[in-house]
Structure formats: structure tokens, C-alpha cells
């Protein structure tokens, strides 16, 4: 057999090989989905909902393991070091994928050490303000945090959170100075805007829809490119003028990197279908959030166009860890 045929021979073999991996995973053991962040939040209930859906289609568990702390990339770091079998997932948004590769001094590349499979859901921030605000709309806020300049302060649910960056995208914007307070995430955040010791805050439809329809949250702007079935009264912010606060915090999932191909194609394609089920739709749009169907090459551009982006906006902002 000459050359020629056993390099074939041998490609054809991989291929096999990597097949008959596909069909077997996931059988050796339970799958581990990490979260960045605390139980309860949105990225662990997203995480929870998949692991549900991919347990009973794919017949193996699938367990939620939290690892929360330095702006969502310990679990990021955790999978990027582990094995490269499929067996350790991660449900991630851009403040770890995006943003604190700029802020932090990171022992992985999240760029190179974790493979993506595809996009769960974006989620829009909305413009908030507390029910003592007296402005209507933003530009009634604009005028009044350039009037007022030192009374104004924005919450966010921590340093390098996407709502930090929203803020500060919002003050280069409009060319106000309001304040950073960050906060152990956004539940702190809410009591203390709804109680009027900060006056603004970018958060989650997901973490804010509630407080608004309930009246205890007024939603000036939403930072989309079209209005949210849920809020359809609330103006997005390309309408207002500000297109530049077009800020979202999306949910992805991931591997390491390295993962057989057809095991990353599988998952994709379990993703793919969980995402399509009536239940699931109606929670994410409950969420105000929206799934889009890329696939795991255009979800990896898009990671990577966003991981420029944000880093740009970070500099611009002079954005600091501490």
C-alpha cells in the first residue's frame, strides 16, 4: 500500500472514529454544565433549563455545577482546563466571554480555550429609573443629570457587568457623568433604585421585567434595535438617538476546546432543538429575551466580533477592574 492510500486509510479512520464517539456520548458518565455565577441568577437558570431538556432527550444526566466569582470567568477557566471529551459544558455570557478578558490578567484565553457551540438567547437591558424620578422620558433625564451633575448615580450588578458597560456607554453617549455603584449583583441593585439611594440602572429585561410590570420600575428606553413584544410601549434607543447604548447580554454555550468535532456538532444540534420547543420559546420570551439560530461557526464570529467591541468600549471608557 503506498503512501497515498494509507494517509486516506487514516483519515478515514479518524472520521470513523470520531462518529462512533458521537454516538456514544453522552454514556461514559453525568455531563457538568458550569455557571459563572451564583443559583438563582439568569445564566443558572438557563443552565438548569438545558440540563432538564438535555437529560431526558439525550438519556444522561446532565448537572448544573456553579462556580461563581471574578466577573464569571472561574467556570470558564475550569472548562477551558478540562478534559477534552464533551463531558464539561459552560453557559456563559459576554461579561465573562467579552468583557473581563479586558479587565482581568486571565490563566486561559477564552478566545482560544473554549469552543462554542451556539447562542441560547439575548436578553436586552432596559433603561430604568426609580418611581420618585420625575423625568418622563430620557431626554427629560439627560437634561436633568447634565443640570444636575453630581446627584446622579447608576447601579450596576458589579465591576465589568454588562450593565456597567451600558452605563458607561450611556454617559459617552448623552454626555453626562453619572456615577458608578456597583453591586453584588441585581437584586441589591433594584431595592436600593426602587428606594431612590441611586437614580438609574441598565439591567436585564430578565432580572427587571417583573419590577416594571408590578409599577415599582419605570422602563425609559430598551437597548435593542426594535421593541420588545413584552414592553411595546417602551422606545428603544436607537429611536431616542442613542444607538451607540445598543447593549445586550447574550447566553452561550461552550466547551473546551479541542472537543471532537462531531461531539460539538451534536450538541449543536440538541441545542438547536431544545431551543425550538414550545415551553422553552415561551419562557425566553417571558424574559424578554430572543433566541436566534446561528450556527457554531457564526455563533464563533459573532463571540469574537463582540469580544472586540466591548474591548474597545472599554478603553474608550477607561473601564478599571478596581
Known sequence: MN???????????LLMGNIALAQEYPTIKPVKIMVGATAGGGTDILARMLADKFSQSMKQSFVVENKPG???TLAADFTAKSPKDGYTLLVATNTGQAIAPHLLKLAFDPMKDLQPIGMVVVVPHLLLVGPNEKAKDIKELVSAMKNNPTTYSYASAGIGSTQHVAGEALNM????????????????????????????MLDTTSSAI?????????????TTAKRSAELP?????????????????WYGLYTTAGTPKAIVE????????????ADVQQRLKALGGDSEDLTTQQFTNFNMSEFERFGKLVKTANIKAE
Open 70 to 72: 471574578a466577573a464569571n
Open 210 to 222: 417583573a419590577h416594571v410590570k408590578a409599577g415599582k420600575l419605570r422602563a425609559l428606553a430598551i
Open 3 to 13: 503512501r497515498k492510500n494509507l494517509t486516506v486509510s487514516g483519515l478515514v479512520f
Open 233 to 249: 410601549n417602551v422606545p428603544t434607543v436607537r429611536e431616542l438617538g442613542m444607538p451607540d447604548v445598543e447593549i445586550t447580554t
Open 173 to 200: 453617549a448623552a454626555g453626562t457623568k453619572a456615577i458608578h455603584i456597583p453591586y453584588k449583583g441585581s437584586s441589591a441593585a433594584h431595592t436600593d433604585l426602587i428606594g431612590g439611594q441611586v437614580q438609574i
Open 266 to 277: 451534536k450538541l449543536h444540534a440538541e441545542l438547536k432543538k431544545t431551543l425550538q420547543l
